[in-house]
């Protein structure tokens, strides 16, 4: 029998509470490794004289001893008494208990780990946000022209692959068709707005007026009293239109430079919009440049749908509350389709708000009876537009909930005003078809992968551009 002096940390079972135990004293190799009965700890021992040391296999035991005890081990801190504070869970096992309860659920770090991922992302969408609203005149024009590039697309590839007409000629041409059908429509709306607002005016004094006196009969209120307290309050704030007036002043011309630019942008999006893809996907990194092409491709898919449904919904909306207004008030019927038209590039609010325009126009014009039937014309509008053109046009291509649909008209207005609103919802619905696509859901497997962007640069070991500086030199000698 060979024995060693070692220390030994033991842990001692017995009667299924835990306690340790520090014990240095001689352990033969084939005796269990655990404190006699009634022994004291000893820290003053030392080996036996001829003991012989192994450090290697003294230190493999007593990391056996303090990982994994074995089964005389187990019988022998069974026959080992136990200490009082064993038995009512105090001593050592509470620093276990507390131990345990340092440390924290699962569930609690999976939260926070969630948590400063959600306030960066967060913080990330909130710095977009406000750059974009710091750039808005030129972030919104640039939005318009895009949604042009998109609805000119057709007509451009008409041009160039039926009737033979080259590329940069055709976007110039569907561009100046766009703007001569605009313009001829807005001065045909304003020239009717100009001769029905005329006759409408007389309608409206007169129907202010009895307006007046139902009010003076029903609640004894005198309207003409309060005239004066009018008057003095607009004069008081004089200034204060002054200043509307100038800042409206200004608006014309930021809008008037919001429309350069997206004429410019528009005509570059007909003519090139490869090239200017190309070179967006190109500032990516290298592995990433493939599956944006891709999920680009899919996001203009929805886009072009998007703007093709509302040209539709507005046509329609448009068709049908200007020929219900035709019956009441003839004169300004195409004004007010006009109005509709765009309007109903807002889906879902600025349909009803225009109708709710003509609606109070009929009723100025023609009283409550022609007022309510204009309401009905309007609601039944709504309604096929609800329920027939939004599911059957919109399809997969634009899969939103109308809960989505609100919500985003809701926040694109809170943050941008009119812009916003206009814009939210193509904004979702392109980047519900992008972010899709990039977690795995093909919304249009026929697109395929197969379509491959070039990136126009020259590669890293491509050979150096050769200028030819002798001919310009030479050039510059015979002009001098």
């Known amino acids: 029998m060979q024995e060693l002096a070692r220390p030994c940390d033991l842990r001692v079972v017995a009667g299924g509470t835990r306690g340790r135990i520090a014990y240095l004293g001689v352990v033969s190799e084939n005796e269990s490794a655990v404190a006699p009965a009634g022994t004291e700890p000893r820290t003053d021992a030392t080996p036996s004289a001829g003991t012989a040391t192994r450090p290697g296999q003294d230190g493999a035991r007593e990391s056996d001893a303090r990982t994994s005890p074995t089964a005389d081990g187990a019988s022998g801190s069974a026959a080992a008494p136990t200490s009082s504070r064993d038995h009512d869970g105090s001593g050592d096992h509470g620093s276990d208990g507390a131990d345990g309860a340092t440390t924290v659920p699962r569930a609690i770090r999976e939260a926070a780990s969630w948590s400063w991922r959600i306030l960066l992302i967060g913080a990330a969408l909130a710095g977009i946000g406000w750059l974009l609203a710091s750039l808005q005149v030129i972030v919104v024009p640039v939005a318009v022209a895009l949604l042009l590039a998109v609805m000119l697309t ?16 055709a976007a110039g041409l569907s561009l100046a068709g766009l703007i001569a059908f605009a313009a001829a429509l807005v001065t045909f709306a304003g020239q009717q707005v100009a001769t029905g607002f005329a006759d409408l005016s007389e309608e409206a004094i007169a129907g202010f007026e009895e307006l007046t006196a139902f009010i003076d009969r029903q609640f004894n209120l005198d309207l003409r009293d309060y005239q004066s307290d009018v008057l003095a309050e607009l004069e008081a704030q004089r200034d204060a239109i002054i200043a509307g007036a100038l800042g409206a002043a200004a608006t014309a011309g930021n809008l008037l430079i919001g429309a350069l630019i997206a004429l410019f942008c528009t005509f570059f999006f007909l003519h090139d919009p490869r090239g200017i893809w190309s070179w967006v996907v190109g500032l990516l990194p290298a592995g990433a440049r ?15 749908a998007y703007t093709r449904t509302q040209i539709l919904v507005a046509g329609v909306d448009a068709i049908g509350i200007g020929l219900g207004s035709a019956f009441f008030v003839p004169s300004l ?6 109005l509709v038209f765009v309007g109903s590039f807002i889906p879902m ?28 014309i309007v609601i039944l ?14 399809g997969q291509a634009v899969s939103l909930h ?17 812009a916003g609103a206009l814009f939210a919802v193509p904004l979702v619905a392109l980047l519900n078809t992008v972010v899709l696509y990039l977690n795995g859901h093909d919304k ?37």
């Not at 609010?349 to 009905?376: C, D, K, N, P, S």
């Not at 070039?454 to 030479?474: G, K, N, T, Y």
């Open 154 to 169: 057709p007509v451009r590839r008409f041009l160039q692959y039926t009737l033979r007409v080259p590329r940069g000629l």
């Open 290 to 304: 493939d599956r944006v092409h891709q999920a680009g491709r899919r996001g203009i898919v929805t886009l072009s």
């Open 333 to 338: 019927s195409v004004p007010i389709g006009v």
């Open 349 to 376: 609010v600025g349909a009803i708000v225009t109708g709710a325009i003509a609606t109070v126009v009929v009723l100025v014009a023609q009283g409550w009876v022609a007022a309510i039937i204009m309401l009905g």
């Open 381 to 394: 509008v709504q309604q096929i537009e609800s329920h027939v053109l939004q599911p059957f046009l919109m």
């Open 402 to 418: 109308p809960v989505a649909v609100i919500l985003s008209v809701a926040a694109g207005s809170f943050v941008a005003g009119i």
């Open 444 to 480: 249009f497997p026929e697109l395929g992968d197969g379509d491959k962007l070039p990136i126009r640069w020259l590669a890293p070991d491509a050979p150096p551009l050769r200028i030819p500086l002798r001919r310009v030199a030479a050039d510059t000698a015979d002009d001098s």
